[in-house]
């Protein structure tokens, strides 16, 4: 972020509050385990073989499975999937948070994080949320902690994510998120035998930080 921009624009109490800003973390140490992302009715955590059930029932309806990659066929293929999670998260290669509304125990969706370098300064994500849960703001709010996270913690400067166009739900939530359509990836995606054209989203850090120093200006103003 330039300094001379928040220099001209606010104080200096302000711009310490924007350079300074960071998601509610508590480790930086992602690779020894994940920390716990606190949301209004929700908790961002790291997957457990408890989740292995309760994701098997979320993510393989037909209106979560029908635009994302074939999810594992029984229970204990969740359970695999997790305990790959966890090595390739200790290895700095992949993170992967369960979604656990307020009131439940279990994980009923997820985020994942895809190193694209060794430095994980790009990186690939992709969401999956039982559809009992959409329309309800856990996803806008878990996916902005997600991307400060990627950025505040991991370092992460690009975060691109793919969603078939034929996915309104899942592009239109990318697009009100702040992310940037690049392009259009012909007959990437095959589901069911049938080929899909997916659109190509990326955030970059500088704009989300950009974005968040607006907001964090506007609120102040107001207030």
Excluded at 75 to 104: M, Y
Excluded at 124 to 137: I, K, Q, R, S, V
Excluded at 191 to 217: C, K, P, S, Y
Aim: with cysteine.
């Amino acid at each position: 972020m330039d300094r001379h921009l928040i220099q001209s624009s606010v104080g200096r109490g302000l711009k310490a509050m924007v350079l300074n800003l960071r998601s509610e973390t508590i480790s930086t140490d992602w690779q020894a385990g994940l920390p716990l992302l606190v949301g209004t009715n929700f908790t961002l955590r790291e997957l457990r073989f408890e989740d292995a059930a309760s994701l098997y029932a979320s993510l393989t309806t037909e209106e979560v499975a029908r635009f994302i990659s074939p999810p594992p066929t029984n229970v204990e293929g969740f359970e695999r999937f997790i305990q790959w999670t966890q090595t390739e998260r200790a290895a700095g290669r992949f993170i992967c948070f369960g979604i656990v509304p307020n009131g439940q125990a279990t994980a009923v969706g997820m985020f994942q994080l895809r190193a694209l370098d060794s430095s994980f300064q790009a990186a690939e994500w992709g969401f999956a949320l039982d559809f009992m849960y959409w329309g309800t703001g856990i996803f806008a709010e878990s996916a902005k902690k997600v991307v400060d996270f990627a950025i505040d913690v991991v370092g992460t400067l690009r975060l691109e994510a793919r969603a078939a166009l034929a996915n309104g739900r899942g592009n239109g939530a990318l697009a009100k998120l702040g992310a940037v359509k690049e392009g259009v990836l012909r007959r990437s995606f095959v589901r069911n035998g049938v080929h899909h054209d997916q659109a190509l989203w990326a955030i970059v850090a500088e704009e989300w930080l950009l974005r968040r120093f607006r907001t964090i200006r506007t609120e102040a103003s107001v207030n």
